[in-house]
């Protein structure tokens, strides 16, 4: 059987930790599917259909032949319910510290109990990348800082012009 993952985020925007948990998560399933969620409980920068776009850019430019592999869609509501629509038997979440660990805890435990049949997988963030947050991003690229060690040229391109627009 095909096994599907589903991994999601707010992806505000999407940063090279982002990407080290995709290329990672393709060890685990055969088919991932990134979905960007449109109920988050954030207040997003970029739009929904941005997120997706610059998911999608990142996928294709930055994955090579493993793209193939790859699906990017935008989602709204439920994420147990996107998973099952999906066909998807797995939820894959990166764990970047321990701080990070009992909201996702959490989170696998409510999603587990309205869907018992999709299980959460957690892949540790890479040394190199674990410090990373799309939060701390946005405040180094609006206060005119150097962002490219954390995300692609066409994000970093995206947000320059985002904070220079305002
Ligand atoms: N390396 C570095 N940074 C990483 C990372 C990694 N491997 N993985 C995540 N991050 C960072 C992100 O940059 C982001 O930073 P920020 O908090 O500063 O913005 C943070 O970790 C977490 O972001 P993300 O992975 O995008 O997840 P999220 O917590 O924003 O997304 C959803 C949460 C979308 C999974 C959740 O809101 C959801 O499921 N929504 C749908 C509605 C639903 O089902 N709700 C019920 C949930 S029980």
Redesign the pocket.
Known sequence: MERIGIY?????PI?V??L??IKRALHVVDRLII?V?L????EPVFDLPMRGKLVQQDVETLLGPEAARVEVRTFS????NFAEEAGAQIII??I?AIS?YE?EF??AC??AR?KPDVETVF?T??ED?????????KQIARLGGDISSFVSPNVAERLKAYYASL
């Open positions: 999601p985020g707010t992806f505000d940063t930790g982002h080290d948990i979905g969620a109920d988050t409980g954030k509501g439920l994420l147990v979440r990166g970047r990070d909201y959490q989170m409510m999603n309205l892949l963030a890479s990348t674990h410090f990373i947050s799309s939060r701390f991003v």
